[in-house]
């Protein structure tokens, strides 16, 4: 096994104006903390019992699994807004839902839409929810932006 099963996780957002579609996510990568690492896309499960942390020092060049939204508009004036939420069973031997969700409009609807999908997500797990935690960032384009949410799994 390459990576082993995470036991921490936390939850993070970043948005950043950049020169190209790749300078702006970067520059997002960067502010939301997780820029010097090379992230492990993967689907939307947070393993049972894992603890939320503030953040992690992440070794340089590491493999790091996350789930993730992102959006990159080069629409100047263009409000864009990225999302994560976690749902959190009450089954604590039970898996967590992480779902992601990004598109044009406010933080405030993203994060309101994401944490929907969370419950609808459990709902058909049939897992009564705990908690949801989440988190979303909204940034107004210049030339060229990026918004991005993740939550972040590690050992």
Not at 85 to 98: K, N, V, Y
Not at 123 to 146: D, F, L, P, Q, T
Request: net charge neutral; aromatic share 6%.
């Amino acid at each position: 096994m390459i990576i082993q099963t995470p036991s921490i996780y936390f939850i993070t957002s970043g948005s950043s104006e950049g020169f190209s579609r790749l300078n702006s996510f970067d520059g997002a990568l960067l502010a939301s903390g997780v820029g010097n690492v090379n992230l492990l896309r993967m689907s939307s499960i947070c393993p049972p019992r894992a603890r939320q942390v503030s953040s992690v020092n992440l070794p340089q060049g590491s493999l790091v699994p996350v789930a993730y939204a992102e959006i990159i508009s080069e629409k100047p004036g263009d409000v864009i807004s990225a999302g994560v939420a976690l749902a959190l069973p009450e089954d604590e031997d039970h898996a967590g839902l992480i779902m992601e969700y990004s598109g044009i409009g406010t933080r405030d609807r993203i994060e309101q839409r994401v944490r929907r999908m969370a419950e609808e997500g459990m709902k058909m797990r049939g897992k009564a929810i705990r908690e949801i935690k989440s988190a979303a960032v909204e940034h107004r384009v210049v030339k060229c932006g990026c918004a991005f949410a993740a939550v972040v799994l590690w050992e």
